[in-house]
């Protein structure tokens, strides 16, 4: 109950394109959903997130789509640059008293010149 | 503005030994929280400290111990090590308010021989 399940695994998009990540979860108590990004060798840096009162949520070249009732929420990078090209997790947090966060697996994205 | 600090970035051990890391938070945050990432998969919450105490932990074994200062920084602490706590430890830093977000350290790779 307490997973996040993301897909792809990894993703190739050319430059310029769109990169679409999803990621799904089960338990109602979350009400948190960031969106980290990695590079080899360093530690997740937040990209953007979103409360579960809100659908939608643009920074950017980033976009947040949340389904509450679909219980499934994903990252649209748009204009894809090689620049991009890291690990993306997908987290739900819970909170109250403490905040936690369950990540998803990832997702490797390549962004091909 | 200092972001979250971690020391030391690397460290080897053998199986059976304990070792300490250490978190600075990133300036004017008060909670600390522990992940660990294995390798190619998402962080996993180890615990999370607030005034100096435990307030929330995850699945892990009491191996796993820490310590929040009155400065706010942390250390983590894991005995009796075993080959499977090979990993990335991340720390990553909050203000107790909200919860969120958290803002993570580039961790300390530990390797277990």
């Known amino acids: 109950q307490q997973q996040v399940k993301q897909s792809p695994q990894s993703l190739i998009v050319q430059k310029g394109g769109i990169s679409i990540i999803n990621c799904a979860y089960e338990?109602?108590?979350?009400?948190?959903f960031p969106w980290y990004q990695q590079f080899p060798g360093k530690g997740p840096a937040l990209l953007i997130a979103i409360r579960p009162d809100v659908s939608e949520k643009k920074e950017g070249r980033f976009t947040i789509s949340f389904n509450k009732s679909a219980k499934q929420f994903s990252l649209h990078i748009m204009d894809s640059q090689p620049g991009d090209s890291a690990t993306y997790f997908c987290a739900a947090g819970i909170s109250g008293g403490y905040n936690k966060l369950i990540f998803g697996a990832g997702t490797r994205l390549a962004v091909h010149p | 503005d200092a972001g979250v600090t971690q020391s030391p970035t690397h460290l080897i051990k053998t199986r059976g030994q304990q070792v300490t890391l250490r978190c600075s938070p990133k300036?004017?945050?008060?909670?600390v929280s522990w992940y660990q990432q294995a390798l190619g998969q998402g962080p996993q919450f180890i615990f999370q400290y607030y005034e100096e105490e435990e307030r929330q932990r995850g699945n892990f074994p009491d191996r796993f111990s820490g310590h929040q200062f009155p400065n706010y920084s942390s250390e983590l602490n894991v005995n009796a090590l075993l080959l499977g706590d090979s990993a990335l430890y991340l720390c990553?830093?909050?203000?107790?308010?909200?919860?969120?977000?958290?803002?993570f350290g580039d961790g300390t790779r530990l390797s277990i021989l």
């Open positions: 990553a830093s909050s203000l107790g308010g909200s919860g969120w977000p958290q803002h």
């Open positions: 300036s004017g945050h008060d909670t």
């Open positions: 338990n109602t108590a979350f009400d948190y």
